[in-house]
T-cell receptor, first 115, second 113 residues
Framework: TQLLEQSPQFLSIQEGENLTVYCNSSSVFSSLQWYRQEPGEGPVLLVTVVTGGEVKKLKRLTFQFGDARKDSSLHITAAQPGDTGLYLCAGIANAGGTSYGKLTFGQGTILTVHP | DTGVSQNPRHKITKRGQNVTFRCDPISEHNRLYWYRQTLGQGPEFLTYFQNEAQLEKSRLLSDRFSAERPKGSFSTLEIQRTEQGDSAMYLC???????????FGQGTRLTVV
């Protein structure tokens, strides 16, 4: 069973601060996706990383995939109250066709950015 | 709106009743997934369809759960004899090809009382 450990579980910061969320596993993933979820809604895809060492930027968000494709991080610069939400990492196993593209999710990080 | 659509958005049912949820994926997506999410947790995989074929089921999917995708388009998830432990958000996702982005619906929030 492939597991994704996401940390921290809760993060409460002031507007303007920087933060990093980590997603770690002992298993290799063929790709890793980050989602943001609002209460009562489904997850919304932010980014997909597929290449070891890959870095992607989305405005103030920077995503990195580890060289060995076992871990990933999400860094937010100058957080704003609108960034508040549940952030989820999810990986697709590196098991060829038998993975069927199913996602293994981390537990999530609940981010609260105070004005 | 061409996103993934789920109905109903909310369902409250008494313990022991049967419930059925529907998912309409993005039209050209042949892969469809069901996940379950409990409060404070990430979603957990339940089952996967490629077109009309159900190719994988999680051990979480007890014999009270059944899913179908009869014509390879929309899918239904039925829970028979609901239990309080079934209370959760049920999420549907679809994708076009293997290992490409999965897009989620807004979910169906089930409350069993």
């Amino acid at each position: 069973t492939q597991l994704l450990e996401q940390s921290p579980q809760f993060l409460s910061i002031q507007e303007g601060e920087n933060l990093t969320v980590y997603c770690n596993s002992s298993s290799v993933f063929s790709s890793l996706q980050w989602y943001r979820q609002e209460p009562g809604e489904g997850p919304v895809l932010l980014v997909t990383v597929v290449t070891g060492g890959e870095v992607k930027k989305l405005k103030r968000l920077t995503f990195q995939f580890g060289d060995a494709r076992k871990d990933s991080s999400l860094h937010i610069t100058a957080a704003q109250p609108g960034d508040t939400g549940l952030y989820l990492c999810a990986g697709i196993a590196n098991a060829g066709g038998t993975s069927y593209g199913k996602l293994t999710f981390g537990q999530g990080t609940i981010l609260t950015v105070h004005p | 709106d061409t996103g993934v659509s789920q109905n109903p958005r909310h369902k409250i049912t008494k313990r022991g009743q049967n419930v059925t949820f529907r998912c309409d994926p993005i039209s050209e997506h042949n892969r469809l997934y069901w996940y379950r999410q409990t409060l404070g947790q990430g979603p957990e995989f339940l089952t996967y369809f490629q077109n009309e074929a159900q190719l994988e089921k999680s051990r979480l999917l007890s014999d009270r759960f059944s899913a179908e995708r009869p014509k390879g388009s929309f899918s239904t998830l039925e829970i028979q004899r609901t239990e309080q432990g079934d209370s959760a958000m049920y999420l549907c996702a679809s994708s076009f090809r293997l290992n490409t982005e999965a897009f989620f619906g807004q979910g169906t929030r089930l409350t069993v009382v």
